[in-house]
T-cell receptor, first 118, second 113 residues
Framework: NAGVTQTPKFQVLKTGQSMTLQCAQD?????MSWYRQDPGMGLRLIHY???????DQGEVPNGYNVSRSTTEDFPLRLLSAAPSQTSVYFC?????????????????FGQGTRLTVV | GDSVTQMEGPVTLSEEAFLTINCTYT??????LFWYVQYPGEGLQLLLK?????DKGSNKGFEATYRKETTSFHLEKGSVQVSDSAVYFC????????????FGTGTRLKVLA
């Protein structure tokens, strides 16, 4: 089982460059999300998607774009990288449920992408 | 809004010591609660979970009980090993349809031989 696959594992960008962090899952999960992890701040939600064609902003969306054209893939785009975006990025996926049902499932995480913007 | 507060680290223990990492939460409705573990250079792995009040999650000797009256989900282990050295995250899953997860800041555990 591949689970959640993120690429690349490491990346160095110059300020102003653009790039896309890739995330793919093979568990047929509806819900996918991107987090950034910074020292002393835990994981903060950037963007999330509850299904193909549907995305929404999380806690820290500025500077990032996402799209969800398929159930499997959820790429994160940095249009113009800034040093403040230096972080470790994690993609996660899980099943979703209607509001009327109790949530009882966990998120599965990728291995992370360590991004440095200089 | 919903939030998770966990004790700050680092926590340093000797092998075979008892471990407690405190976690409290604020949420509307009835969230599910999780503990995740992150080993160096890796992603987060689910350690245990509980979906309703008084549920006890357990795995690999770790336990946590969902206490609605104290809004807590403290992680415990009776005898830690060096291999337990990692960062531990408490998290809640919001009960709304959008399925958001909210994480604590993480607690680094170091176990000495």
């Amino acid at each position: 089982n591949a689970g959640v696959t993120q690429t690349p594992k490491f990346q160095v960008l110059k300020t102003g460059q653009s790039m896309t962090l890739q995330c793919a899952q093979d568990m047929n999960h509806e819900y996918m999300s991107w987090y950034r992890q910074d020292p002393g701040m835990g994981l903060r939600l950037i963007h999330y998607s509850v299904g193909a064609g549907i995305t929404d902003q999380g806690e820290v969306p500025n500077g990032y774009n996402v799209s969800r054209s398929t159930t499997e893939d959820f790429p994160l785009r940095l249009l113009s990288a800034a040093p403040s975006q230096t972080s470790v990025y994690f993609c996660a996926s899980s099943y979703s449920r209607p509001v009327s049902m109790k949530m009882n499932t966990e998120a599965f995480f990728g291995q992370g992408t360590r991004l440095t913007v200089v | 809004g919903d939030s998770v507060t966990q004790m700050e680290g680092p926590v340093t223990l000797s092998e075979e010591a008892f471990l407690t990492i405190n976690c409290t939460y604020t949420a509307t409705g009835y969230p599910s609660l999780f503990w995740y573990v992150q080993y160096p250079g890796e992603g987060l792995q689910l350690l245990l979970k509980a979906t309703k009040a008084d549920d006890k999650g357990s795995n690999k000797g770790f336990e946590a009980t969902y206490r609605k009256e104290t809004t807590s989900f403290h992680l415990e282990k009776g005898s830690v090993q060096v291999s337990d050295s990692a960062v531990y995250f408490c998290a809640l899953g919001t009960p709304s349809g959008t399925y958001k997860y909210i994480f604590g800041t993480g607690t680094r555990l170091k176990v000495l031989a």
